[in-house]
């Protein structure tokens, strides 16, 4: 399935994309796009799908026909997630399994639906994939996993390319090592430092040095951590203002999940006998940042651990429906987190 040509003669009618890159979902939707014709037209004929639709609303856009092009475009984010009960499948495949030729219908979901939480492939394969095998040239599946390493390395230096600036492949590599499995919050930082170096010029290793999230107010950032451990409300908020005050809600919180990842993974590697060095190895990260992480992964259970990483996506979901600003969501979740009853040490 996934080695079929966009738009060919066999056009598939459901793409499903699924994975944690957004940066790359978004290309590969652009590039659909392109195929519809002039940019106006091609907006004519995309409808968006996100937050709180249903599956009338779903059939009449993918049965809305095309206007001035071969095809219409319709993006429904998160069905997975939207569409839980067996009748609602069922209802759904249906209408998966009867769209007009005309229509491309583009699934996304924002994890790999084959991968659970920790990147690991998942015993039973999820009904949404299941039903896209079955489907056979009906349908198109790509998997989006997050880059890591030099995969990141290249990801950042394809999307600074994109943006119309260049990275220095060392100052790409340095910004790796800091947003490790976080391209979100990667893309702001490129961003940053390409008006920095007012597209100009190459962005340098000091550069990154200078301005990225992590360097600059390393301790800050860990220092919110701590103070989370520590059920510190009142530093915690501290922090968290300073922070605040130098990025963007939405960056910052992605930088926490990610290091909510990490901690919980490096907490595994160190139940399992690993030390420091194992840690940088095993999470591909830096050093410095391996020897933080074990401190911090120490003062926090397993289950604590995995208590407030759910939080954090409880809160991305509220992010993501537009319930919560992300200001909001990080205020109110060190505050639950800080307050004596937020989570146990040891539960």
């Avoid at 992010?319 to 992300?326: L, N, V």
Wanted: hydrophobic share 45%; aromatic share 8%; proline share 5%.
């Amino acid at each position: 399935m996934s080695g079929k040509t966009l738009m060919t003669d066999a056009k598939p009618t459901v793409y499903l994309l699924h994975g944690e890159d957004d940066y790359a979902i978004g290309q590969f939707i652009r590039a659909m796009q392109d195929k519809l014709g002039d940019p106006a037209t091609a907006e004519m004929n995309t409808t968006r799908l996100e937050g709180a639709y249903d599956l009338e609303t779903l059939r009449a856009a993918c049965y809305a026909l095309p206007f001035l092009a071969e095809r219409r475009l319709v993006l429904a984010a998160s069905p997975a997630r939207r569409f839980q009960s067996d009748e609602q499948r069922q209802k759904f495949t249906a209408l998966l399994e009867s769209l007009p030729p005309s229509t491309a219908l583009v699934l996304t979901e924002e994890r790999q639906l084959d991968r659970d939480e920790k990147g690991r492939p998942v015993k039973k394969k999820p009904w949404l994939l299941a039903w896209a095998e079955k489907a056979s040239e009906r349908a198109f599946v790509k998997a989006f996993g997050t880059p890591k390493g030099g995969e990141l390395v290249k990801w950042i230096l394809a999307y600074a390319k994109s943006q119309g600036g260049e990275f220095e492949r060392p100052a790409a590599a340095r910004l790796a090592e800091l947003f490790n499995e976080e391209p979100r919050a990667a893309a702001q930082e490129v961003d940053k430092l390409l008006a920095y170096a007012n597209f100009q010029r190459p962005v340098a290793p000091e550069d990154v040095d200078q301005l990225a999230a992590f360097y600059g107010a390393p301790a800050d950032y860990f220092a919110l951590i701590d103070a989370i451990a520590a059920r510190d409300g009142r530093a915690a908020m501290n922090q968290l203002g300073r922070l605040l005050a130098e990025q963007d809600g939405l960056s910052l919180f992605f930088s926490l999940v990610g290091h909510f990842r990490l901690l919980v993974q490096a907490r595994e590697v160190i139940e399992n006998g690993g030390q420091e060095g194992a840690l940088a190895e095993t999470l591909g990260i830096h050093p410095f940042r391996a020897r933080k992480l074990a401190a911090q992964a120490r003062t926090l259970s397993a289950p604590a651990l995995a208590h407030i990483y759910r939080r954090l996506l409880d809160y991305d979901v509220a992010m993501k429906t537009g319930q919560m600003e992300p200001e909001l969501a990080l205020e109110t979740l060190v505050a639950g987190l800080t307050a004596p009853a937020g989570w146990s040490h040891t539960t």
